[in-house]
């Protein structure tokens, strides 16, 4: 997977024993100062079938965004979330840490299963009834194709799988020590391609990746800039410069780094309902 070589994954069914309303599920968010997306992602949860938000354990973390998650928990919001919701503030600001808060909701997450998705992305009430239903492999990752909200009909024709929306269990993580903090932008100086990367990482270390088969009708939604009015900042230098990280490490083993949440954090929220 070097020199640029991409990840190739086919279609997979579940072939699990269990479904993941019987295993219980983490969905792992970050945010950074985008109260459109919190408030539409709130109004999201709060639709789910009561056996879905059962089963489900939602943790967002505050990237050191402006306005903060926190300052979003209004007493209202608070009132009306009889789900389970943990929020995690990252206290530093280290500009770009989307790795650094996925690695902090993984290791805070209390199931075994996982959900990681951005903050553009999500599942509609349907999909995640279909997704709960899902019985997953224990070593396989797993990803979705999209369906995009947008004017753009040229960007709605992409339903590519979304990269950084994966299920996938903890202990598949931890194996490759999570998300490499060492792309968070106060380090490289530059955005994205953490995700890339461990693609590479895990499938180097034996586990499978897959793509849920079109047929299970499985689709996640992602709300692209030109609907949502925030836009995520990022430059062209910024994308070149960590795509080069990743050629680099994929290339050396030794330039992997195996340390996590180098930052300070802290809990400011916690709405936890366990019925079992």
């Not at 995640?128 to 194709?145: G, S």
């Not at 369906?147 to 950084?164: G, M, S, V, W």
């Not at 598949?172 to 490289?188: C, H, I, K, P, W």
């Not at 030794?254 to 802290?266: G, P, S, T, V």
Request: aromatic share 10%.
């Amino acid at each position: 997977m070097g020199n640029g070589t991409p990840v190739r994954i086919k279609e997979v069914d579940g072939g699990g024993q269990y479904t993941l309303l019987e295993k219980r599920l983490t969905l792992i968010q970050p945010f950074f100062g985008e109260p459109e997306r919190f408030n539409r992602l709130f109004n999201n949860w709060k639709n789910y079938p009561k056996a879905v938000l059962n089963s489900l354990e939602i943790i967002i973390v505050d990237d050191h965004g402006n306005p903060t998650l926190q300052s979003l928990l209004t007493d209202e919001v608070k009132a009306e979330c009889d789900f389970s919701l943990t929020v995690y503030e990252i206290q530093d600001d280290l500009y770009h840490n989307t790795p650094g808060a996925l690695n902090l909701g993984i290791l805070a997450a209390s199931t075994d299963w996982l959900l990681i998705m951005d903050s553009d992305c999500s599942f509609t009430p349907n999909n995640m009834t279909r997704l709960m239903n899902y019985k997953p492999m224990n070593n396989w990752i797993y990803k979705f194709d999209r369906q995009r909200i947008t004017n753009d009909p040229e960007l709605a024709k992409n339903t590519r799988y979304l990269p950084c929306t994966m299920l996938m269990r903890k202990e598949l993580v931890m194996d490759v020590n999570g998300f490499d903090e060492d792309f968070t932008g106060a380090r490289s100086g530059g955005y994205g391609f953490f995700d890339n990367h461990f693609d590479s990482k895990v499938l180097k270390a034996g586990w499978k990746i897959g793509r849920v088969r079109s047929e299970s009708n499985i689709i996640a939604t992602e709300w692209m800039e030109d609907v949502v009015g925030e836009r995520v900042s990022r430059t062209d230098p910024e994308l070149r410069t960590n795509r080069k990280l990743m050629y680099e490490k994929q290339e050396s083993p030794n330039k992997e780094n195996n340390q996590i949440l180098r930052f300070a954090w802290r809990r400011v929220f916690s709405s936890v309902h366990n019925p079992r």
